[in-house]
């Protein structure tokens, strides 16, 4: 008996005295407000990128939270904006001031309308299983206010806050660059026929409706980002020294060596940059066939100069081209196949010199798929460079071959076949530190033998990067005039199988492309606090299966043994989703069992050891 009481006290103390510690440890966690986030997006914390953001600022930034609560969707959506607010506040060192107002009287609800936040209903079901839904009418917006700067987010969709960081942190940015008159000019180089930036090329043209352009979505979601047009002039104009970066797209007429020698004297500038969207492969719009002529128009010899020859041809991938799902007339679906469409993504098992898409690259910060229509290959070469990184930040896959003929069909066809040699190709290269002139002295242009600072060159060698391919191919040619009562005519000609397929393409991979350029375009202005931010608004990505490599695609596969390899690889995943799902399952209750049936064992022995 004297034995047992023992056991009992001690049992008890024991249990006191780690009820003790974990207190002590959770009143600790909720004084120091220290999160570790493990996720890759940093997803539960705030981006180092924003925190930089807000601590920098010369003024505090006053956000004003109108929000409506009372349903448990919106109550927990308020929640995690109060945590994200909060995290900003420390981050910030008093420069950021959060203010929340739960607008139910009339006089907050007539404030909110007032800031220009848009009311709206908010729905929930009945938890209960019965058909009843519940609607309350109020607001969900941020309000900013910056010195004499205000702006606001009309609109929070309470169902997600995927996205959220980014979009806060990007309209603290624009509200202090009105205040402060601060811009990152780009300059755009036009005058070679060039594929530009305002060309309406994202979506299909439907009923009469110019689509979208690039430049117009940049603008409107990031309107600190000026862009310019620079016609060189045959190399008679010198590029402004207050530019930050410098694009070119792909030109349609060649480059003067006058010309390339000004694009280098711009770059031997202090911290300057250069991103150049192009490749060998010349397609013209409305062209449903995708027939490419091959020519680099003279910018091969600049950019073998900084250290990235572009080839004269065109890379196609047999094992990561695009396929898109489009529905047939008779109800069913089909795959579409353009192999000149390279898909990149990275991957795991993959080293550097083999990645192909390097989402560590600020660039392509945390991207997990990208399209790069129409690329060129690319040979680096880092001697020419030795004060500077010369890296590779996409590649083909191992499956790919070069097309070097005069006319190229690069369009949709049953009969693709691979063509060997097989081999992977690098399409997309940068170059970062001290750069040497890739040009020289030359036609009256005083070029220095190496850049003042850090300079960046990026080159994309893909046609139509910043394009929707099926689009700008299915599009038709626009007329320049306008219709009776002021109406858009219609576009002539176009291919209907072309504007079907660029819906699909344009869901499944412009968004990325958005978000790369616009990271590029940090990228080359220096600016970086916005990238980490940015990957915010991807979505996670999916389990990774390290031990299951992607289907190895042969030349001679046809489209029966390459579903028969995805099948395969499909058939592989699943088991290992199965595996994992019934190893969460069962562990922990075996676990439990397991420690129990050891305690018990423990204390038969200890008891037989006590035995008389």
Not at 67 to 91: C, P, Q, W
Not at 223 to 241: A, C, H, N, R, W
Not at 401 to 417: C, F, H, K, P, S
Not at 508 to 515: D, E, G, H, R, V
């Amino acid at each position: 008996m004297e034995k047992k009481a023992r056991a009992v006290t001690e049992s008890s103390v024991y249990l006191a005295v780690v009820a003790a510690i974990l207190v002590v440890v959770n009143v600790l966690a909720y004084s120091i407000h220290k999160q570790i986030d493990t996720t890759k997006n940093e997803r539960f914390t705030l981006s180092k990128g924003s925190g930089r953001l807000v601590a920098n600022l010369k003024k505090p930034v006053t956000v004003r939270a109108y929000v409506t609560t009372g349903l448990a969707k919106l109550d927990s959506f308020v929640r995690d904006l109060d945590d994200l607010m909060r995290e900003y506040e420390r981050a910030s060192g008093g420069k950021f001031v959060y203010q929340k107002v739960v607008a139910k009287s009339e006089a907050e609800k007539q404030e909110a309308k007032e800031a220009q936040c848009r009311e709206a209903a908010f729905g929930e079901g009945s938890e209960g299983g019965e058909d009843s839904t519940t609607i309350t009418q109020g607001h969900m917006c941020l309000v900013f206010l910056y010195g004499d700067e205000k702006d606001n987010i009309p609109f929070l969709s309470p169902d997600t806050v995927a996205g959220l960081e980014f979009w806060i942190s990007n309209k603290i940015r624009e509200v202090r660059d009105k205040a402060e008159d601060n811009h990152r000019r780009i300059g755009v180089v036009t005058g070679h026929d060039e594929i530009k930036l305002t060309e309406p090329n994202l979506l299909a043209n439907e009923g009469g409706r110019q689509p979208p352009a690039i430049r117009g979505v940049i603008e409107n979601a990031f309107p600190y980002y000026k862009f310019e047009d620079v016609d060189l002039k045959g190399g008679e104009t010198v590029i402004d020294e207050q530019i930050d970066a410098l694009i070119i797209t792909q030109p349609g007429k060649d480059f003067t060596d006058k010309e390339l020698r000004r694009i280098d004297e711009f770059l031997m500038k202090e911290n300057k940059a250069l991103v150049v969207y192009a490749s060998a492969a010349n397609i013209k719009p409305s062209d449903p066939k995708m027939t490419a002529t091959l020519s680099t128009h003279g910018l091969e010899k600049l950019l073998a100069g900084y250290g990235v020859e572009m080839k004269k041809d065109a890379v196609l991938d047999w094992a990561r081209s695009v396929r898109v799902p489009v529905p047939t007339q008779a109800g069913g679906m089909t795959v579409v196949r353009a192999p000149a469409i390279v898909q990149a993504q990275p991957s795991g098992d993959l080293d550097a010199e083999h990645q192909m898409l390097d989402n560590s690259f600020i660039g392509f910060f945390r991207i997990e798929e990208l399209s790069f229509p129409f690329p060129s290959s690319l040979v680096v070469d880092p001697k020419k460079q030795p004060g500077a990184e010369v890296k590779v930040v996409a590649r083909t896959t191992p499956a790919s071959w070069v097309e070097t003929g005069d006319n190229l069909d690069l369009g949709i066809r049953a009969d693709w076949r691979a063509k060997p040699p097989l081999d992977q190709r690098a399409i997309a290269a940068a170059v970062t530190g001290k750069l040497k002139s890739a040009m020289g002295a030359g036609d009256g242009v005083e070029t220095p033998a190496e850049s003042k600072g850090q300079s960046r060159v990026l080159v994309v060698s893909s046609a139509q990067f910043l394009a929707n391919p099926f689009a700008r191919a299915g599009n038709g040619t626009q007329m320049e005039n306008m219709g009776h009562m002021g109406m858009q005519l219609p576009p002539i000609g176009g291919d209907p199988s072309l504007r079907m397929i660029a819906g699909p393409y344009a869901q499944k991979y412009l968004t990325n492309t958005i978000i790369a350029f616009k990271n590029t375009l940090d990228w080359a202005t220096g600016d970086s606090d916005m990238v980490a931010a940015s990957a915010k608004m991807l979505g996670e990505p999916n389990l990774a299966y390290s031990d299951i490599s992607r289907p190895k695609l042969e030349a001679t596969d046809d489209e029966a043994s390459i579903k028969a390899k995805d099948e395969q690889y499909r058939t592989q995943r699943k088991r290992v989703q199965s595996t994992v799902e019934w190893v969460l399952i069962l562990i922990a209750p075996i676990a439990f069992a397991g420690i129990g049936i050891l305690r018990w064992q423990v204390r038969e022995r200890r008891r037989n050891e006590f035995k008389v």
